[in-house]
């Protein structure tokens, strides 16, 4: 047996140079069967492959490197389908995690410009003047 690090490190699958593959090479590619690409293609939307005119399933290299990562989860870290989703979405959508939720206005915030807005903004106006008037 060797090292914690020499069983981390997995030999890189080798992708033909192709702009397409069908379901077979890609199935073959990742040593699963194309029904399981197929019930894949339900379980994580990243997995979208284009269909031909025909309507044969043509994965781009970027959907078998996906494949390769979903097994890989599933296979060797053991994720579950629905923790493998979870995983991948929070990778591969970072910039997701900066957009903030939104602030939802409470009834104290909604009330103050409801119905005549009128007072609310002559408030307002009074604490600006007041603040000019003390950055003179």
């Given at each position: 047996?060797?090292?914690?690090?020499?069983?981390?490190?997995?030999?890189?699958?080798?992708?033909?140079?192709?702009?397409?593959?069908?379901?077979?090479?890609?199935?073959?590619?990742?040593?699963?069967?194309?029904?399981?690409?197929?019930?894949?293609?339900?379980?994580?939307?990243?997995?979208?492959?284009?269909?031909?005119?025909?309507?044969?399933?043509?994965?781009?290299?970027?959907?078998?490197?996906?494949?390769?990562?979903?097994?890989?989860?599933?296979y060797?870290?053991?994720?579950?389908?629905?923790?493998?989703?979870?995983?991948?979405?929070?990778?591969?959508?970072?910039?997701?995690?900066?957009?903030?939720?939104?602030?939802?206005?409470?009834?104290?915030?909604?009330?103050?410009?409801a119905?005549?807005?009128?007072?609310?903004?002559?408030?307002?106006?009074?604490?600006?003047?007041?603040?000019?008037?003390?950055?003179?």
């Amino acid at each position: 047996m060797g090292t914690n690090e020499e069983l981390l490190v997995q030999p890189v699958q080798e992708i033909p140079d192709k702009l397409y593959f069908r379901i077979g090479e890609v199935a073959k590619l990742a040593g699963i069967k194309p029904y399981v690409l197929r019930f894949w293609e339900t379980e994580f939307p990243g997995l979208g492959p284009k269909k031909s005119g025909t309507g044969h399933r043509l994965y781009r290299r970027k959907d078998v490197e996906l494949v390769l990562e979903i097994k890989r989860l599933l296979y060797e870290q053991r994720f579950t389908i629905e923790g493998a989703r979870k995983f991948l979405g929070s990778r591969l959508r970072p910039e997701l995690k900066a957009v903030p939720e939104p602030v939802k206005p409470k009834k104290a915030q909604g009330q103050l410009f409801a119905p005549d807005p009128a007072p609310a903004l002559e408030l307002v106006r009074k604490e600006l003047r007041a603040i000019a008037d003390m950055l003179k």
